[in-house]
DNA sequence: GTCTATAGCCTGATAGAC
DNA sequence: GTCTATCAGGCTATAGAC
């Protein structure tokens, strides 16, 4: 049986080791700094996960999940433009209410995405499949202008991660204000004209 | 005095450390596979730099001119609408030339610039700030629609790094194609569009 | 200049008391 | 359930022969 200080110890241990995995990746991290983090000690977290490596994959595995919905989200009957907006719209509050998510994914995927390639090739391939053929066909109802579906969809990706991935870079550049300060403005437009038919 | 050899040698463990580095990592990566990608002893590498710390260093140092040479190439008394695709088309070649620079750069940026910050917050800066004030100028001569300069810089490092930084995504999510098939005509259509008076 | 051998540290994981 | 103590393996770096 699991009782609600397990399941707060574990949320507190997967909260720091978010916290510890995203900033430095998987080799990088050690299970000191999450033990710190998590003010437990090592062999406690040890007693929650089998491994340093159980911990990260449940990480992953509850990510994926996460990182999808925006996208699985847009409505095949709605309008183009505005459907393809509103993810965009959503990606990008996601960038900014969990960073850390995102950089863990993106850790993982460029180091070769060792421990996420069944779940993109799976998962994540079909989502994208699908909602290709949305795409085509609301450029085919004239709703947008004739674009590659897969590079619209990672132009968005890149787009909105970019603010929470190289977040250090943009704010030495902008002086330690908050990089997201105009993006939203930015991106509307950008995608608005891209979609003109 | 510094033999053929020796710069050969040199040359040898750099590029081997390229691979290694830009593919797990610095606290990923081990003397071990770098000695091995470069066919040398581990203590021969030491024999060459002082430690992985400074082989990691030289390849930094290296790689922020190369990084900031398309940006620094931009004419501001060009067109600004063919200033700003020739930047983006030099990136994106970038891109593809030089992958592992790419995602060592990234990797670096990604855990918060630790060993960068000095180089972004100096140079790179000074850099962005200068050319921002060119693009001002060619939206006030009505060259380029009025979007925002910074935005404009991090979207075009944002769209063409995501390819090579994200490479093993796109592939899984692609069955294995190249990634940048047809990406430069969807950046440029994107880019002409956006920067559209 | 290049190697083998190894020192010495750090890290993930376990043992065992409480 | 949680801790202290510790093991075993892997890692960077050095010593020393050739």
Do not use: C
Request: hydrophobic share 45%; no cysteine.
């Amino acid at each position: 049986m699991t009782t609600r200080i397990q399941r707060r110890n574990r949320r507190r241990i997967l909260e720091a080791a978010l916290d510890v995995f995203s900033a430095q990746g998987f080799r990088g991290a050690t299970l000191d700094q999450i033990a710190g983090v998590a003010g437990l000690s090592k062999p406690n977290l040890l007693y929650y996960f089998d491994s340093k490596e159980a911990m990260h994959r449940a990480l992953l595995d509850d990510l994926l999940d996460i990182w999808l919905a925006p996208l699985r989200a847009m409505n095949p009957d709605g309008n183009g433009r505005e459907e393809i907006l509103a993810y965009m719209r959503r990606k990008l509050q996601m960038s900014r209410e969990l960073p850390r998510e995102s950089r863990l994914f993106a850790n993982e995927v460029l180091q070769g995405a060792p421990r996420l390639a069944d779940q993109i090739s799976g998962d994540l391939k079909r989502l994208v499949d699908d909602q290709a053929v949305v795409i085509r066909r609301w450029i085919s109802m004239g709703q947008i202008a004739a674009v590659d579906p897969y590079h619209l969809i990672f132009s968005i990706w890149a787009l909105t991660q970019h603010y929470a991935d190289f977040d250090a870079q943009i704010r030495l550049i902008r002086d330690g204000a908050d990089p997201m300060d105009g993006a939203d403005g930015f991106l509307e437009t950008l995608f608005d004209k891209l979609l003109q038919p």
